[in-house]
C-alpha cells in the first residue's frame, strides 16, 4: 500500500508557443503512493495539467522520469502506453468529453472494447457495477445530451473506473459544475477512493474542495511550492 | 454489445446531411461506372461474336507463315497447300480446348449479272462446318440478326444447287438481284441476255444467276456460273458491297486450286484463347509446319475489332479515374470535417487507450459502411437504368457498321463486384489519407483543442 504508484524524478516540459518557449514544468519531482486521494491545486499556468498529461501518459516529458507502477513510462512506445493508459489509468476531463452517438452503457464501455481478454459477460458486470457505484441505473440507455452536468460527470467517473484502474485522473472534473454538484461529485471520488482503494490525482481551482482532500499539491511556475497532507480529510 | 462498427454506423448518422452528400456521389459514381462497364462490357460481347464467329476468324486463324500479308497477292505461296491443311486439322483434333476448325479461301474476282461486272471478295466455305459456325449458341445468344440471312437460307441448306452463292445485301444490290432462289418460280432457267441498254431492274431480278469471272492462280481466266440462294447482311459496311459465300470447292474450281487461305479455329467456351493460340502454334510447330498463329483480337486480323475496344477501354479508364478522384476527394472532405469536429473525441479515445491503428480503424469503418450502402445504391440505379435502356430500344449506327446497333447495357455481376470493391479500397484508402495524420497528433493536443 506504501510503495510509490507514480515517481516523477526532476522532470521538466517545456511548449513551443510561436517564437516563445513555456517552460510548464521546472524540474518537478513527486510521489503519489497506492489509494492516496491528491489535488493539484495552482493558478492557471501553474502546471497541473501538465503534470497530469505526463503522469496518465499522454504526453512526455522534456528531461527527467516518469514512473508508473514501476515501469519508466518515457521509454515505453505508443502502443504500449496506450495499454498502461487503457489497463492503468482512468481519466476524467473537465468538460466530460462523452461520445455523444453513444448512451451511457455505451459510452462506459468504450475502454473495454478494445481489451480483448475481458469476456463478454465480465465486460456487462464491470459496466453494470461502475452504473451503480455512480447511481445512473436510471439512466443506462440514456445519450449525453439528455443528462444534465453533474450526470454526465458522473458517467465520465463510471467510464474512467470500468477498467479497474489503478489510477484516476481527473483534469478540474468540477470545474463546468455547479458548487453543489461538485462537492456531490468529489465527494463520489472519495467514497469511491475508499471503495474501490483506487488513487485519485485531480487538479481543481476551488479552494473549498480542499477541506475534503487528503493531500494537496500546490504548484507555481512548474514547480511544487506545497506539499501539504491533511488530517481533516472527511470520512 | 457495442463494437467498433457501431460507433462508425453511429458516427456516419451523426452527420446526416454530410453522409446522404458523400454517400449520393459515391452512389452516383458506382452508377455511372456500372452503366458505362455494362456498355462496353455489351460492345466487347457483340464485336468479339461478330469478328470470331461472323467475320470467319475462329478464336485462332491459322496462316501459312507470312500468308496474312502475302497471300491475298501471291496465294500460290502463301496459300495452305492440301497437304498442309491436313496435317494442321489432324493436330488441332488433338487439342482438347479447340471445338471446330475450318478451312477458308478468300480471293478476288468479278461477279456479272450478264450486262455489269462488280469486282467481289469471295470466301469459300465448308457449308455445313460454315452453318454450325452460323448456328453456334453463341451467335445465337448476341448477334442472331446478323447471322440470319436477309433473303433466302443459309447455304448448307442447299447442297443439291451447283454454284449455290450467297452474296452481301449491298453487292446483290448492285447486280439489282434483288430476288434469290427461293423466291423464283420452280423450273426456271437463266433466261436470254437482256438488251442491256433497255434492262429494267425487274429483267435482272427475274432470275438468280450470276456469273463469277476469276483469274487462277496459273495466270488463266476461269469462269463459273452462280446461284444466290441468299442476300446475308455484313458486319461491317466496307464488306456490304463486295463479300461473296459459297462452297470451298466452288471457290477452288474458280481458282483452280486444292489449296485454303487460312484455318480458323473455333474454341470451347471454357478456353483461354491467349494460352491455346501459344498451344496451337506451338503443336503447329512441332509438327513441322510452318505457320502463323494469331488470337482474333490482334490488330492485324480483327482491326475493327482492335481498334474500338481500344477506344471504348481508354474512355472507360478516363471516366473511372475521373470518377475516382471525384470519389476520393468527397471522402476525403468529409472526413476532414469530420475529423475536425470530433477532434476532442479523438483525444478522449486515445486517453482511453485506443492505439492510432484503432481510431484509424474506426474512421475507415466508417467510409467503408458509407462506400458499402452507397455501392449497392449505385448498383440498383444501375441495374434501372439499364433496365429503362434497354426497353426503349435505343439505337445507332456506329461508323462502318451496316445496320443500326441496339444499345444494350449489360450489368454484369462481376462488374459490379469489382466497382464496389474498387470503391471500397478508394474509400478507405481516401479515409487513411484524410486522418492518419490527425490521429498522430499528440493526445494532449487533441484535447487541448477541443478547450479551446
Not at chain 1, 486521494?37 to 516518469?66: H, M, Q, R, Y
Not at chain 1, 450526470?151 to 465520465?156: D, G, L, Y
Not at chain 1, 511556475?221 to 506545497?226: C, H, T, Y
Amino acid at each position: 500500500m506504501n510503495s510509490p504508484l507514480i515517481k516523477l524524478d526532476q522532470v521538466h516540459k517545456r511548449y513551443r508557443l510561436g517564437d516563445t518557449t513555456v517552460h510548464a514544468l521546472r524540474g518537478l519531482s513527486l510521489e503519489l503512493r497506492r489509494g492516496e486521494f491528491t489535488a493539484v491545486v495552482g493558478a492557471s499556468g501553474s502546471g497541473k495539467t501538465t503534470t497530469l498529461n505526463l503522469i496518465g501518459c499522454i504526453d512526455d516529458a522534456d528531461e527527467g522520469t516518469v514512473v508508473f507502477d514501476g515501469t519508466a513510462v518515457t521509454a515505453l512506445s505508443d502502443d504500449a502506453k496506450c495499454a498502461l493508459r487503457n489497463q492503468k489509468v482512468g481519466f476524467i476531463f473537465q468538460t466530460f468529453n462523452l461520445v455523444p452517438v453513444l448512451d451511457v452503457y455505451e459510452n462506459i464501455e468504450l475502454p473495454l472494447l478494445i481489451n480483448p481478454r475481458i469476456a463478454a459477460a465480465d465486460r456487462r458486470e464491470r459496466i453494470m457495477t461502475a452504473i451503480e457505484d455512480v447511481g445512473l441505473s436510471d439512466y443506462v440507455r440514456q445519450v449525453p445530451d439528455k443528462l444534465s452536468g453533474g450526470q454526465r460527470q458522473r458517467v465520465a467517473i463510471a467510464r474512467a473506473l470500468a477498467m479497474d484502474p489503478l489510477l484516476v485522473l481527473a483534469d478540474e472534473p468540477t470545474a463546468n459544475l455547479d458548487s453543489t454538484t461538485a462537492y456531490k461529485i468529489v465527494d463520489l471520488m472519495l467514497e469511491l477512493n475508499a471503495k474501490r482503494k483506487v488513487t485519485f490525482l485531480f487538479s481543481t481551482h476551488d479552494d473549498r474542495l480542499m477541506s475534503r482532500v487528503a493531500r494537496v499539491i500546490h504548484l507555481s511556475d512548474g514547480v511544487i511550492v506545497r506539499d501539504e497532507h491533511m488530517d481533516h480529510r472527511a470520512a | 454489445m457495442t463494437s467498433t462498427w457501431t460507433i462508425a454506423l453511429r458516427n456516419l448518422a451523426r452527420n446526416r446531411r454530410r453522409t446522404l452528400t458523400s454517400g449520393l456521389a459515391l452512389a452516383v459514381g458506382v452508377a455511372g461506372i456500372s452503366l458505362l462497364g455494362g456498355y462496353v462490357a455489351r460492345v466487347e460481347l457483340f464485336l468479339r461474336t461478330s469478328a470470331i464467329y461472323l467475320q470467319n476468324t475462329g478464336h485462332i486463324v491459322v496462316y501459312k507463315a507470312g500468308g496474312l500479308e502475302h497471300a491475298s497477292s501471291r496465294p500460290r505461296k502463301f496459300n495452305l497447300s492440301a497437304s498442309e491443311l491436313a496435317a494442321v486439322r489432324s493436330t488441332l483434333s488433338a487439342l482438347p480446348e479447340v471445338e471446330l476448325a475450318v478451312d477458308y479461301l478468300s480471293g478476288v474476282g468479278l461477279l456479272g449479272n450478264g450486262c455489269k461486272s462488280v469486282p467481289f471478295l469471295g470466301v469459300g466455305v465448308d457449308p455445313k462446318l460454315h452453318a454450325r459456325v452460323l448456328q453456334h449458341p453463341e451467335v445465337v445468344r448476341v448477334t442472331p440478326d446478323l447471322a440470319r440471312p436477309v433473303q433466302g437460307k443459309i447455304l448448307a441448306e442447299y447442297a443439291s444447287i451447283e454454284g449455290a452463292v450467297a452474296l452481301s445485301s449491298g453487292l446483290a444490290r448492285r447486280l439489282s438481284k434483288s430476288r434469290v432462289h427461293d423466291q423464283l418460280p420452280p423450273g426456271r432457267t437463266a433466261g436470254a441476255l437482256p438488251d442491256c441498254k433497255a434492262a429494267s431492274a425487274d429483267q435482272f431480278a427475274a432470275d438468280a444467276n450470276v456469273q463469277l469471272v476469276a483469274l487462277t492462280y496459273d495466270g488463266s481466266l476461269s469462269a463459273q456460273d452462280g446461284e444466290i440462294v441468299s442476300t446475308i447482311k455484313t458486319p461491317l459496311s466496307a464488306a456490304d458491297e463486295t463479300t461473296l459465300v459459297t462452297s470451298l470447292s466452288r471457290l477452288q474450281q474458280l481458282f483452280d486450286t486444292d489449296t485454303a487461305t487460312y484455318v480458323a479455329v473455333f474454341l470451347k467456351p471454357s478456353a483461354n484463347i491467349h494460352a491455346a493460340r501459344d498451344s496451337v502454334e506451338a503443336r503447329l510447330r512441332g509438327a513441322g509446319l510452318q505457320v502463323s498463329v494469331y488470337a482474333f483480337d490482334d490488330e492485324r486480323i480483327n482491326p475493327y475489332y482492335a481498334g474500338n475496344m481500344a477506344m471504348l477501354r481508354s474512355i472507360f479508364t478516363f471516366f473511372s479515374v475521373l470518377v475516382a478522384c471525384v470519389v476520393a476527394l468527397s471522402v476525403v472532405n468529409a472526413m476532414t470535417l469530420n475529423v475536425i469536429e470530433r477532434t476532442r473525441e479523438l483525444g478522449t479515445f486515445r486517453a482511453l487507450g485506443f492505439t492510432r491503428r484503432d481510431l484509424l480503424g474506426l474512421f475507415v469503418r466508417e467510409s467503408v459502411l458509407l462506400a458499402g450502402a452507397a455501392s449497392i445504391a449505385g448498383v440498383l440505379v444501375a441495374r434501372l437504368c439499364a433496365s429503362l435502356i434497354n426497353g426503349a430500344e435505343l439505337r445507332f449506327q456506329p461508323p462502318g457498321v451496316t445496320d443500326p446497333y441496339q444499345i444494350v447495357i449489360a450489368t454484369p455481376p462481376a462488374l459490379s463486384a469489382m466497382t464496389c470493391a474498387a470503391l471500397l479500397c478508394l474509400c478507405a484508402l481516401s479515409t487513411w489519407s484524410a486522418v492518419r495524420r490527425s490521429v498522430r497528433t499528440g493526445i494532449h493536443r487533441l484535447l487541448s483543442h477541443a478547450a479551446a
